[in-house]
């Protein structure tokens, strides 16, 4: 059997007296399409951020790509990529001034021809030359997702990738990136609260609640163990409470 | 595109040169910003030339050395533009919520520093030639006249400049937003201790103390020896270069403190919100 991408063994981060993550455990097949999934708070962002680099845990560990993340991140960070509405890009570059300053930084071979394969694939050639802060929150999307291609990441983790996004543009993204990861064999991990969004998308799904694991394993599988119809009706279940030993099962 | 191919993470230059020009960008794209950059320093050669001019017919200090004052405006422009040039494309990355994009990047903290001083140091040689040639052309005082002590003056006043500046950024990592004044009023705090314009001995006992922990105080000494008594003080510039030595390690430690500390604590995904 193949390693994980991603592995994550008793994952703790306590932010003074609040413990935003609370000893999980969870593994990202290579190849993969894995959703974490939770209400606000849930210790889904703080969780991608471990993984990345960004937050140091309290305890446990995290391997990517077979290395230990905080030993050997800057290994590993050549080789993933991150998307989230949560950062951004300098708003007085342009988008092509934004994606060359991001393609030297990842090393990237031939920089003007990686950005016009990016621009097409994504579809806004036609505002490469605009600066960012003038473009709206899909064209934004669609620039912050290019970034994170640049590389032609390994792993690609997305923070809400739909956030903030009309039904369409949101639509197209999801569409993007299923063909992406089909065409490429990415190992893809979402963070997201749209059920539908992940059923349409992911092959597994880690549901947290206050920074532990409470549901774990294919949206089909988990709606048949809640006895639901939808994602969307078991996240609901889990986040009220209801049905509660369905759970320990 | 293709699948994927693993990558390697390129070399430490080409990273710095990418965050290089994204601030390249930033100016060249401004005329405000280019304007901005020139136009204090030459207000401060402005307002010294006339100073000068007056205090010329009417002092006997400067009467004795007459670009000392004009010296000492373009050499404390060194130090605070040097200083801001890395505080500032610190919190342009802040203002502009990156900080979290460019740290999930291969480039690491050593090659961020190196980079925030190499645009610090552009950006201070870009505001003062103007200045200094505004200095030339109207008040007949050529910054040249300190000789080869320029060069060590310079280094001397951008180095402190750093240290100080990288100080500032942890302090901005740690309290966030809220520390931002410090880029530009901590170097104010120090302005009247480190004797621009005058000699140290000038201030009180306690005063100069505190003035001879300052890098700069030794460097002003040395242009008022080179400009006043027309000698070169080497024992002034070796002072200076090894308390900056002390400085600079001070300081970039301070910020390596500051960055670990910051992801313990989450601030670099949330800091500028």
């Not at chain 1, 703080?46 to 391997?63: C, E, F, K, N, R």
Request: proline residues 4%; hydrophobic residues 50%; positive net charge.
């Amino acid at each position: 059997m193949n390693s994980p991408a991603i592995a994550v063994a008793g994952l703790v981060k306590r932010f003074d007296k609040v413990t935003a993550v609370d000893g999980i455990d969870f593994a990202v097949a290579a190849g993969g399409f894995t959703a974490l999934l939770g209400a606000n708070g849930a210790g889904k962002t703080t969780t991608i951020a471990m993984i990345l680099g960004l937050i140091v845990p309290t305890a446990g560990t995290i391997t990517v790509l077979g290395e230990d993340m905080l030993e050997h991140r800057y290994r590993v960070l050549p080789r993933i990529n991150f998307s989230s509405p949560y950062v951004d890009m300098p708003k007085r570059l342009t988008v092509r001034q934004n994606l060359v300053t991001y393609a030297h930084l990842y090393g990237v071979a031939s920089v003007a021809a990686k950005i016009e394969a990016v621009a097409q694939a994504l579809e806004f050639t036609d505002y490469l030359k605009r600066t960012y802060g003038t473009l709206s929150s899909g064209q934004r999307t669609r620039v912050a997702l290019a970034k994170a291609l640049l590389n032609d990441p390994e792993i690609l983790l997305l923070d809400e990738p739909t956030a903030s996004l009309d039904p369409d543009t949101a639509d197209w993204v999801r569409g993007y990136l299923l063909d992406y990861q089909r065409r490429t064999g990415a190992t893809i991990l979402l963070a997201s609260h749209n059920m539908s969004e992940v059923e349409r998308l992911c092959r597994e799904v880690v549901i947290l609640k206050a920074g532990k694991i409470v549901a774990q394993g294919a949206p089909g599988a988990l709606i048949d163990r809640y006895g639901r119809g939808t994602l969307e009706e078991v996240f609901l279940d889990i986040a009220r409470d209801r049905r509660a030993s369905v759970a320990a099962q | 595109m293709s699948a994927i191919r693993p990558r390697s993470a390129g070399h430490p230059l080409r990273r710095m040169w990418g965050l290089f020009l994204r601030h390249y960008y930033v100016s060249a794209g401004s005329w405000t910003r280019l304007v901005e950059m020139i136009y204090w320093p030459t207000v401060q050669v402005v307002i010294w030339g006339f100073i000068t001019e007056f205090l010329y017919t009417n002092s006997s200090f400067v009467a004795r050395a007459f670009g000392v004052l004009l010296a000492g405006a373009l050499l404390w422009d060194i130090l605070f533009r040097g200083q801001l040039g890395v505080a500032v494309s610190f919190l342009e990355e802040i203002w502009s919520r990156n900080l979290a994009q460019l740290f999930t990047s291969p480039l690491r903290p050593a090659e961020y520093i190196a980079s925030l001083m190499a645009l610090s140091l552009v950006r201070t040689l870009l505001g003062l030639a103007p200045a200094a040639a505004l200095a030339s052309a109207f008040f007949g005082f050529n910054v040249a006249e300190l000789g080869l002590s320029l060069i060590v003056f310079f280094f001397n006043l951008i180095v402190m400049g750093w240290a100080i500046a990288m100080v500032v950024c942890g302090l901005v990592l740690r309290y966030g937003l809220g520390a931002e004044n410090l880029a530009w009023a901590l170097m104010f705090a120090l302005a009247p201790i480190c004797g621009i314009y005058y000699p140290i001995s000038v201030l009180p006992e306690w005063l100069q103390a505190v003035s001879a922990g300052l890098p700069a105080s030794y460097v002003f000494e040395g242009m008022r020896a080179v400009l006043v008594d027309k000698t070169v003080r080497f024992d002034l510039m070796v002072q200076a270069a090894a308390l900056n030595l002390v400085y600079l390690v001070l300081g970039i430690g301070a910020f390596v403190a500051f960055f670990r500390n910051a992801r313990i604590r989450g601030q670099l995904v949330h800091v500028g919100e």
